[in-house]
Nanobody, 124 residues
Framework: QAQLAESGGGLVQAGGSLTLSCAAS????????MGWFRQAPGKEREFVAT??????YYADSVKGRFTISRDKDKNTVYLQMNSLKSEDTAVYYC???????????????????WGQGTLVTVSS
């Protein structure tokens, strides 16, 4: 099965920036919406952002601060995170969903492939 591998997590101060990367092991993900979810301690995994060739969606909590982008040649999706807040602290998971699902790519239950997660800690 094709895999997703995240990198770029770490510790950052509030107000700082961090960029996450997710490399897909197979070019088949070009027909998928690629995105990010996150899970804070004691909370459910929640949608952050996703991007297909036709659509880009963001959670309200990150709009204006986070930017998702894709490099098709590298089979990689990025999440540029600016103006980080303590409430952004979580394990961030890369996710692949069929692009035909459209807005449903923002729903955890429609994700077909998950990465292993990378921890982002924002200190206040």
């Amino acid at each position: 099965q094709a895999q997703l591998a995240e990198s770029g997590g770490g510790l950052v101060q509030a107000g700082g920036s961090l960029t996450l990367s997710c490399a897909a092991s197979a070019p088949t993900f070009s027909s998928y919406a690629m995105g990010w979810f996150r899970q804070a301690p004691g909370k459910e995994r929640e949608f952050v952002a996703t991007k297909s060739s036709d659509n880009t969606y963001y959670a309200d909590s990150v709009k204006g601060r986070f930017t998702i982008s894709r490099d098709k040649d590298k089979n990689t999706v990025y999440l540029q995170m600016n103006s980080l807040k303590s409430e952004d602290t979580a394990v961030y998971y890369c996710a692949a969903t069929r692009a035909s699902h459209g807005l449903l790519a923002t729903t955890r239950g429609f994700v077909e492939v998950w990465g292993q997660g990378t921890l982002v800690t924002v200190s206040s």
